[in-house]
């Protein structure tokens, strides 16, 4: 079965610089990848999502990229803010056709002011 | 469009009792799916129900069951409960059966298992 390994340790920054998240996976070659925010207490919201015909998409200050040779997607988060602060979550749809969502842990990012 | 809705958002239940959760579809969506979230194994699918049928599930034990009515609106069951339950259960409801990639989170309700 396909494994998601995201970064556990958080990641600290300070407040206007760029944030860069890490989620790798293996054993598969998944049609597209997800990026969820959460925070604590509640449940993930959705960002983006990247098809493996795609290398980068933006949302305002989000950049995903997607490298399906490295099996690698980076989450990027420009100018970053104190609201930022969350865990962001990869996830891929499963092998098999059922596309049913595997998450990974998350990393926990904080932005200091 | 009010958003997915859980009740209760918090319960304390003792070993061997049985708990239903109930989650409320964002109007017009009718699959709903079930996710688990605990430290120690992140989140995890537990099923799908589409138009009253469970149309996909996860690795759970029987103990874990749901169902879903005519109005979309969806209940999970636990029965047995053991501590290892204790999490935050989550509820997503999408338009389509199996359009995992357009689902929207509940606010989730967090159980604890005493």
């Known amino acids: 079965s396909q494994k998601i390994e995201q970064n556990s340790e958080a990641l600290n920054i300070q407040e206007g610089k760029t944030a860069t998240l890490t989620c790798n996976y293996t054993?598969?070659?998944?049609?597209?990848l997800q990026w969820y925010r959460q925070d604590p207490g509640r449940g993930p919201v959705f960002l983006l999502l990247?098809?493996?015909?795609?290398k980068e998409k933006r949302k305002e200050r989000l950049k995903v990229t997607f490298d399906t040779t490295l099996k690698q997607s980076l989450f990027h988060i420009t100018a970053s803010q104190p609201a930022d602060s969350a865990t962001y979550l990869c996830a891929l749809p499963a092998s098999g056709g059922s596309y049913i969502p595997t998450f990974g842990r998350g990393t926990s990012l904080i932005v200091h002011p | 469009k009010a958003g997915v809705t859980q009740t209760p958002r918090y319960l304390i239940k003792t070993r061997g009792q049985q708990v239903t959760l109930s989650c409320s579809p964002i109007?017009?969506?009718?699959?709903v799916s079930w996710y688990q979230q605990t430290p120690g194994q992140g989140l995890q699918f537990l099923f799908e129900y589409f138009s009253e049928t469970q149309r996909n599930k996860g690795n759970f034990p029987g103990r874990f069951s749901g169902r879903q009515f005519s109005n979309s609106r969806s209940e999970m069951n636990v029965s047995t409960l053991e501590l290892g339950d204790s999490a935050l259960y989550l509820c997503a409801s999408a338009p389509r059966t199996g359009t995992f990639y357009e689902q929207y989170f509940g606010p989730g309700t967090r159980l604890t298992v005493t």
């Open positions: 054993n598969y070659s998944p049609a597209y």
């Open positions: 990247i098809r493996e015909n795609e």
């Open positions: 109007s017009g969506h009718r699959s």
